[in-house]
């Protein structure tokens, strides 16, 4: 099953922080993060193994509970940059396969 | 540099019509996988190849073919048979090395992207 994002949807005033999350019905060995830009690849922001590790570079970080099987991305002091959709991914066997979730919508403005 | 190429990054087909969509990567990556992204939606799983002339069906391999002849290749064929080809095809890479303390983190790469229209 897919993972579910929440919210599905934010706009924020540059400067402004937000959580995204992700939530997971199945055991988890990690959780990737990307952002997509509109009609682009999606590009790689962190990847979180299990173990509850938290990670971060610059004013963006998540945590992984791994037994909640949850994973949350903080942005933190948003940029117009930020803006984009934010999918998390999900691995729950041996393979490498990432199981995408829905996506999160950022909208940055002035 | 190191990279995935994808094309056409558009592609315009008749119905009933099979269409083959490329993907080369040089970053020496042993895994390869291909998704299809519908508008405002997640990316699903077609097919994916851990390793060169073996590939694995994913979350809705129905009407799509794929073939991994050389570790830089993994070309996508969608077929006649898939009823709503529409979409945009994002072709992925990654390493399976793991780590010295034994795990992989290595994110995913991905190509630009083909826009298949089907009319």
């Known amino acids: 099953q897919q993972p579910v994002q929440s919210p599905q949807a934010v706009i924020l005033r540059e400067g402004e922080d937000a959580v995204i999350n992700c939530s997971s019905s199945k055991a988890l060995y990690s959780v990737h993060w990307y952002r997509q830009k509109h009609g682009e690849a999606p590009v790689f922001l962190m990847i979180?193994?299990?173990?509850?590790e938290q990670k971060g570079h610059d004013k963006i970080s998540a945590s992984f509970n791994e037994k909640k099987q949850q994973s949350s991305l903080y942005l933190t002091a948003s940029q117009l940059s930020y803006s984009g959709t934010y999918f998390c991914g999900t691995v729950t066997g041996t393979a490498s396969k990432l199981t995408f979730g829905t996506g999160t919508r950022l909208q940055v403005t002035l | 540099d190191g990279g995935i190429t994808q094309s056409p990054k558009y592609l315009f087909r008749k119905e009933g019509q099979n269409v083959t969509l490329s993907c080369e990567q040089n970053?020496?990556?042993?895994?390869m996988y291909w998704y299809r992204q519908d508008p405002g939606q997640g990316l699903r799983l077609i097919y994916y190849s851990q390793i060169v002339n073996d590939f694995q069906k994913g979350d809705i391999a129905e009407g799509y073919s794929v073939s991994r002849e050389k570790k830089e290749s993994f070309p996508l064929t969608v077929t006649s048979a898939q009823k709503n080809p529409t979409a945009f095809y994002l072709c992925a890479s990654s390493t399976t090395r793991v780590r010295d303390r034994g795990y992989n983190d290595y994110g995913y790469t991905f190509g630009s992207g083909t826009r298949l229209t089907v009319v």
């Open positions: 970053l020496n990556h042993d895994a």
């Open positions: 979180l193994l299990k173990g509850g």
